[in-house]
């Protein structure tokens, strides 16, 4: 998959006047982290998460408004003399604007599969070979599935525009279970060789929590969802705090998804790694 490199986007302001509505802030999920920490929080509901938002003004900033992305968040360059309501509304700008140059480079499913198989070279000795790997609009409670008795891989849509390294995450996390259909010790083994192992898993469960996504607390330790039980098997690892479980329906399917198992399938909401 591509690089995603930096993007950053610049307007002069004030814009130029326009005639009928005022433009209003779009429907995004965003937190505004301004300067003053007294200021708290400004949570806007809407579609898709970009992460925290960075607002950061400058007496010496006159006429232009930046926008950039810095690794999880997103940092917006403004004028000291805005106001609040034009601070809202030029953070809606400057989102979309991102969002816009990054949808034009956005991976395709050629990219997918070409990455899956770097990331399986890397990091499973090329031991993951999947037949496919595509993107779906159809997960909405799901970051990524796989079934592994036909090794196809499927990513959901909403992955699409997060850090590069939140996608190959969720493209090893699917791998993984192509060698390992569970989530005992020896799946997160597999997953510990990755280094931003832990780093996206805060990621997706802050966008999970910012987009309300649904969580379960079953643990996904539950004998049900255990790997089948073998002589001389290893026990399944014991959960740590919110817990990975499986949907019913996901068990039903006979699919894999990131974070929980049931009946030998597994679904990803966002929640942390069992601990040992």
């Known amino acids: ?32 982290v301004v300067a003053d920490p007294g200021a708290g929080h400004d949570m806007l509901s809407g579609a898709p998460y970009q992460g925290a938002v960075e607002v950061r003004r400058s007496a010496r900033r006159k006429r232009t408004v930046s926008a950039y992305r810095d690794g999880d968040r997103t940092v917006v360059l403004l004028p000291g003399r805005m106001t609040q309501t034009e601070e809202k509304r030029w953070v809606g700008v400057m989102l979309e604007r991102l ?63 997060m850090p590069t390294y939140v996608v190959d995450y969720v493209l090893l996390h699917e791998l993984a279970h192509l060698l390992v259909p569970g989530h005992g010790p020896r799946f997160w083994t597999l997953l510990a060789a990755y280094p931003r192992t832990e780093r996206a898993r805060g990621y997706l469960e802050g966008v999970a929590t910012a987009s309300g996504l649904a969580m379960s607390d079953e643990a996904d330790t539950d004998p049900a969802d255990a790997e089948p039980a073998r002589a001389g098997a290893e026990p399944p690892a014991p959960p740590r705090g919110r817990s990975a479980a499986a949907g019913a329906r996901g068990a039903r399917k006979g699919t894999a998804a ?16 069992p601990r040992g």
């Open 99 to 161: 969002a816009a140059q990054e949808r034009r480079r956005r991976p395709s499913d050629e990219d997918l599969a070409v990455r899956a198989r770097e990331l399986s070279a890397r990091y499973l000795d090329g031991r993951a070979e999947p037949a496919s790997v595509r993107w779906v609009g159809n997960q909405n409670t799901r970051w990524g599935s796989c079934t592994p008795v036909d090794g196809t891989i499927r990513l959901s849509t909403r992955l699409r525009g």
């Open 1 to 32: 998959m591509p690089a995603i490199m930096p993007v950053k986007s610049d307007v002069e302001y004030p814009p130029p006047a326009r005639s009928g509505r005022a433009l209003s802030v779009p429907s995004v999920n965003v937190l505004v």
């Open 258 to 273: 990131a974070d929980g198992t049931r009946a030998g399938t597994t679904r990803d909401r966002a929640a942390r790694k």
